[in-house]
Nanobody
Framework: QVQLAESGGGTVQAGGSLRLSCSAS????????MAWFRQAPGKEREFVAS????????VYADPVKGRFTISRERVGNTVYLQMNNLKPEDTAVYHC????????????WGRGTQVTVSS
């Protein structure tokens, strides 16, 4: 079992920055990858960024390339999503997700944190 808790959301003006955090507890050592997804009102959930738990192998969705950075603290179980040059279309609930050993996809999800970007 892995528990994920997101924090760091809020309201920011277009062009601003936010850093989201995802704290993993339980059995995070069985995690092979972490990711961020987002869901805007009336839209399907979409992939934002991912990385291997061991570090590296980052992948980004085209809309956020060059603006968002996923990272993990060297010691500990927190994953971050640094978001710069935010746009109104980035407004969504952001969820972190974990993929465990043997799972075919992301099998643990956090409840999400709201990000609102005003124009």
């Amino acid at each position: 079992q892995v528990q994920l808790a997101e924090s760091g959301g809020g309201t920011v003006q277009a062009g601003g920055s936010l850093r989201l955090s995802c704290s993993a507890s339980g059995r995070p050592f069985s995690t092979v990858a972490m990711a961020w997804f987002r869901q805007a009102p009336g839209k399907e959930r979409e992939f934002v960024a991912s990385m291997r738990w061991s570090g590296g192998s980052t992948v980004y969705a085209d809309p956020v390339k060059g603006r968002f950075t996923i990272s993990r603290e060297r010691v500990g179980n927190t994953v971050y999503l640094q978001m710069n040059n935010l746009k109104p279309e980035d407004t969504a609930v952001y969820h972190c997700a974990a993929q465990q050993v043997g799972a075919s996809g992301y099998n643990y999800w956090g409840r999400g944190t709201q990000v609102t970007v005003s124009s």
